[in-house]
T-cell receptor, first 113, second 112 residues
């Protein structure tokens, strides 16, 4: 069964600190992996999209890594800000399946001053 | 928000009543999706559309129907709302299957 699992479920850090969120997936055949940020009460917003051949992709203070062999991805947030408080969702897309954006349940990040 | 609007943003309805949620896009994207988001679950696909009058079911389609008579509008209908359909509903659009997906702001539906 195609699944996306994220850890930790929730995370609290102090402003200015770094953190890393994890995503493991069993989706096959793999097409791409996306990280989304979802602020409370809003829709998800895309941070990165990574294909099979990409190992690392950055978007400002956000850096995503992908290991297609072990089917793992991470999202590293550098020098966290209060505005980083949100849920971060890992989404994996399967090849040849129009409807197959498979969502993780997300990691709830809270950044405190 | 990438030219995607959901309406209404909030709705409270009674069990057994019909409810229609609207998703409107100004991006002329081919693919449109309806998801629901519930605590402890990732977003789950209800229905999707890959063109005008071309729709298909997702993993949680029971109790829902959709229509797409124009490229820009994708309607989600709950024929007879139940309490289990209390949820936050998100519409999403994509230009192509492997392109970025843009989400609307969500509709919070409460069935009492």
């Amino acid at each position: 069964k195609n699944q996306v699992e994220q850890s930790p479920q929730s995370l609290i850090i102090l402003e200015g600190k770094n953190c890393t969120l994890q995503c493991n997936y069993t989706v096959s055949p793999f097409s791409n992996l996306r990280w989304y940020k979802q602020d409370t009460g809003r829709g998800p917003v895309s941070l990165t999209i990574m294909t099979f051949s990409e190992n690392t992709k950055s978007n400002g203070r956000y850096t995503a890594t992908l290991d297609a062999d072990t089917k793992q991805s991470s999202l590293h947030i550098t020098a966290s800000q209060l505005s980083d408080s949100a849920s971060y969702i890992c989404v994996v897309s399967a090849l040849r399946n129009t409807d197959k954006l498979i969502f993780g349940t997300g990691t709830r990040l809270q950044v405190f001053p | 928000d990438a030219g995607i609007t959901q309406s209404p943003r909030h709705k409270v309805t009674e069990t057994g009543t019909p409810v229609t949620l609207r998703c409107h896009q100004t991006e002329n994207h081919r693919y449109m999706y309806w998801y629901r988001q519930d605590p402890g679950h990732g977003l789950r696909l209800i229905h999707y559309s890959y063109g005008v009058k071309d729709t298909d079911k997702g993993e949680v389609s029971d109790g829902y129907s959709v229509s797409r008579s124009k490229t820009e509008d994708f309607l989600l209908t709950l024929e007879s709302a139940t309490s289990s359909q209390t949820s936050v509903y998100f519409c999403a659009i994509q230009r192509g299957q492997d392109t970025e997906a843009f989400f609307g702001q969500g509709t919070r539906l409460t069935v009492v």
